[in-house]
């Protein structure tokens, strides 16, 4: 097929699977490849990146999806995520990355770490939000109203073609705070405004992953998961089950900080990013450490 730019840009790109994917790089040594969530694009993480580019190489890309991600071979999902992320990491030939992941690609950078373990040097997930591993009945139907909650009404809106009131209504679900959307600088409310026709590949996705507490009882490398100490339900009860489940994972809960902390205050999410470095740094294999429930303030 044709390959089309997801966004025309001058910086470097891969084209993988048809698509060009478009992405950043600064700074020198270990690569850390940083993966936004819905309604993003290399743009949402390059705060964070400058934070890291002092002591690493901070790589942000715009994953494809969106535009809609018309291929044929790899429909949007979190699986087709996975392979996007195991195909991007090998075209950039810097060997294994430390993969960050945010949101929605926390699930496919599980993936990736379970699969393809000699891709990833470490993992930090902030908020994964699908709970294929929450065992518990009562975890899982608190996931499922919490998300019914914040996002139907995202859904309806851009069903009945009103994307701009779909967006907003899905930053500020994510916020937990009505107006949020607009409130914010206009280089994020950009970034919003440019990724609004991803909703229709979100709201078509193919199912998650099925990674049950086995999978990612097989999980290796150094992780570290985190979530902020006012973020929603679905995010909660998901990223702690993914702490208790990873075998010896730090689990940090951010004080004061929500679902949009890495876009918020990426200076304080780059100082979570840089003592999770630290840490894998001299860590080979399993690890044993484990911070549970440590209050990162």
């Keep these: 097929m044709t390959a089309a730019p997801l966004f ?27 993966a936004h969530g819905v309604l993003g694009d290399l743009r949402s993480l390059a705060p964070v990146a400058t934070e890291l580019s002092d002591t690493v190489e901070a790589i942000t890309v715009t994953l494809p999806a969106l535009l809609a991600d018309r291929r044929p071979t790899r429909p949007f999902g979190t ?8 195909d991007l990491i090998w075209s950039l030939g810097r060997g294994p990355v430390h993969l960050v992941a945010w949101s929605f690609s926390a699930h496919s950078a599980m993936a990736v770490a379970i699969d393809r373990p000699e891709l990833v040097r470490s993992l930090f997930l902030y908020e994964p939000g699908f709970p294929t591993f929450v ?29 701009d009131t779909a967006v907003r209504l899905a930053i500020d679900a ?25 909703l229709a590949a979100i709201f078509g996705q193919t199912p998650p992953i099925p990674l049950g507490p086995e999978d990612l009882a097989r999980i290796r490398c150094p992780v570290t998961i985190a979530r902020g100490a006012g973020t ?39 100082a979570l990013l840089r003592a999770h470095l630290l840490s894998a740094k001299g860590q080979a294999g399993p690890k044993s450490r484990r911070a549970d429930m440590e209050v990162a303030r």
């Design 232 to 270: 929603r339900d679905c995010y909660a009860i998901v990223s702690d089950a993914a702490a208790r489940l990873v075998p010896g994972a730090a689990h940090i809960v951010v004080a004061g900080a929500g679902h949009l902390l890495p876009e918020q205050d990426p200076a304080r999410f780059g």
């Design 135 to 163: 065992a518990d009945a009562t975890d899982r139907d608190a996931v499922a109203s919490d998300m019914r909650a914040a996002f139907a009404p995202v859904e309806t809106a851009f069903g009945r073609g009103d994307s």
């Design 8 to 34: 025309r840009s001058p910086q470097a790109h891969l084209e993988i699977e048809g698509v060009f994917i478009p992405y950043r790089s600064v700074g020198e040594g270990p690569p850390v490849l940083l």
């Design 79 to 86: 699986a087709g995520q996975r392979d996007d992320l195991i």
């Design 174 to 198: 994510a916020a937990r705070s009505p107006g949020h959307c607009d409130a914010q600088p206009e280089a994020i409310r950009a970034i919003y405004t440019d990724t609004a026709p991803t």
